[in-house]
């Protein structure tokens, strides 16, 4: 079963989007959403139940994590194997790695709260965004971070723009390349756009390293060398 693909958990048959959600019910749960997303063979598995895993494995991680790097944290995390391809999953860790590597890199912030706030906002931004919204979560994560961190509401001065600006210049990474879709490689975009603009309106070093993505056979859309991450040995 190819579950690192992008494929259906409970059978690896592709997933297939629609232009319009259907009523679908979860495989898993039994619950029953409109959805855009179901499998070739008509299985569905909604949101929470796809990320359930994964985000435990996110909050234990960085609960002890000791670095100032989001993104090794971030490629730690993904690595799990309860971290698929692509998924919901990922619109908690890349707020999640920011905001560690933030507080580890002197950054004066109640992790364990930050961390608590990221999983339930990270949870209301659904998979298929990046497509469906014109806004992928992995920025709207990175922005997400920058309101926890900076306690910033509706109603902020400064903050507010700082918040809709990460999320920005995280956006303009992603949407320079161009798609499909790669959660691996939106996710490494957002985090170096947020970390730079940290640097320069927080001042909080977060030295973000860029890696060679280890997914390209692993990813059926990878878009090889478009990719800045891409390794065509994956290493």
Request: proline letters at 6%; charged letters at 20%.
């Amino acid at each position: 079963m190819q579950r690192q693909k992008g494929a259906c958990l409970i059978c690896g048959e592709p997933l297939v989007y629609l232009k319009q959600a259907e009523m679908m019910k979860c495989s898993f749960c039994g619950k029953e959403e409109p959805s855009y997303a179901k499998c070739g063979a008509g299985h569905y598995v909604c949101d929470e139940c796809h990320a359930k895993r994964g985000i435990e494995s996110i909050m234990r991680y960085c609960a002890t994590a000791a670095g100032r790097n989001p993104i090794a944290m971030l490629t730690d995390m993904m690595n799990d194997p309860y971290i698929h391809m692509h998924g919901p999953e990922h619109h908690t860790m890349v707020g999640a790695a920011l905001m560690t590597a933030y507080r580890n890199a002197g950054g004066d912030i109640d992790l364990t709260e930050c961390l608590a706030e990221m999983k339930k906002r990270g949870a209301r931004c659904p998979g298929g965004s990046c497509g469906f919204w014109g806004c992928c979560g992995a920025a709207v994560s990175a922005g997400m971070c920058m309101s926890i961190i900076t306690g910033t509401t509706p109603l902020s001065g400064k903050t507010w723009g700082l918040a809709n600006i990460t999320t920005a210049r995280a956006l303009e990474a992603i949407g320079r390349i161009g798609g499909p879709r790669c959660c691996k490689r939106t996710g490494r975009l957002s985090i170096e756009a947020a970390a730079d603009f940290a640097r320069r309106e927080l001042g909080v070093d977060m030295p973000a390293s860029r890696p060679r993505c280890e997914y390209p056979a692993k990813n059926r859309e990878c878009i090889g060398r478009r990719c800045p991450f891409f390794s065509p040995n994956g290493d």
